[in-house]
């Protein structure tokens, strides 16, 4: 079974700090995908990233895929209320499924 | 355009009734999946469909959940006899084949 671990698994800063969010599996994924969910809605897509150690920047976002294609990183800077959510992890298995990430719930105050 | 579209959007029910969730996907859309979220085990596929064919159901709990899709642009998860364990909320999305998927604003559940 492909599990994907995150940490921290809660994370409550103030606004204008920096962060981390780290996604890891014992498993190789082909591609790995992170998302934004707020309370009342569902996931949606921020990033996708395929190729070992591709880093991709949304704005204050910067994703990186790990060399092995087993993990992944979220990088925010400079946090802001507007991103508060659960970020969620997802590889796309072998069997082509997606498999989400056990998610970070971010809390930024102003 | 018009996003996923599920209803209801909240549902309490007793344990031992039926329990019957709706999804519209994108229009368009060939790929359509069931998921359920919990604090505990995250947010997992129950089952997904291609151009309304079940291709995997491995993901549903056991025979007292039960999918359909009967055409393009609709499909409903029932769940006969609900459980208190049933609790959760449960999305639905589709995708133009393996492209991103969009995730409806989901449906939760609770049985008492």
């Known amino acids: 079974t492909q599990l994907l671990e995150q940490s921290p698994q809660f994370l409550s800063i103030q606004e204008g700090e920096n962060l981390t969010v780290y996604c890891n599996s014992s498993?190789?994924?082909?591609?790995l995908q992170w998302y934004r969910q707020e309370p009342g809605e569902g996931p949606v897509l921020l990033v996708t990233v395929v190729t070992g150690g591709e880093v991709k920047k949304l704005k204050r976002l910067t994703f990186q895929f790990g060399d092995a294609r087993k993990d992944s990183s979220l990088h925010i800077t400079a946090a802001q209320p507007g991103d508060t959510g659960l970020y969620l992890c997802?590889?796309?298995?072998?069997?082509?499924?997606?498999?989400f990430g056990t998610g970070t719930r971010l809390q930024v105050f102003p | 355009d018009a996003g996923v579209i599920q209803s209801p959007r909240h549902e309490v029910t007793e344990m031992g009734q039926e329990v019957t969730l709706r999804c519209k996907p994108i229009?368009?859309?060939?790929?359509l999946f069931w998921y359920r979220q919990t604090m505990m085990r995250g947010l997992e596929l129950l089952i997904y469909?291609?151009?309304?064919?079940?291709?995997?159901d491995s993901g549903m709990p056991e025979d007292r959940f039960s999918a359909k899709m009967p055409n393009a642009s609709f499909s409903t998860l029932k769940i006969q006899p609900s459980e208190p364990r049933d609790s959760a909320v449960y999305f639905c999305a589709s995708s133009l084949w393996k492209d991103t998927q969009y995730f409806g604003p989901g449906t939760r559940l609770t049985v008492l």
């Open positions: 498993s190789v994924f082909s591609s």
């Open positions: 469909f291609n151009n309304n064919v079940p291709i995997d």
């Open positions: 229009s368009g859309h060939n790929s």
């Open positions: 997802a590889g796309r298995s072998n069997t082509d499924k997606l498999i």
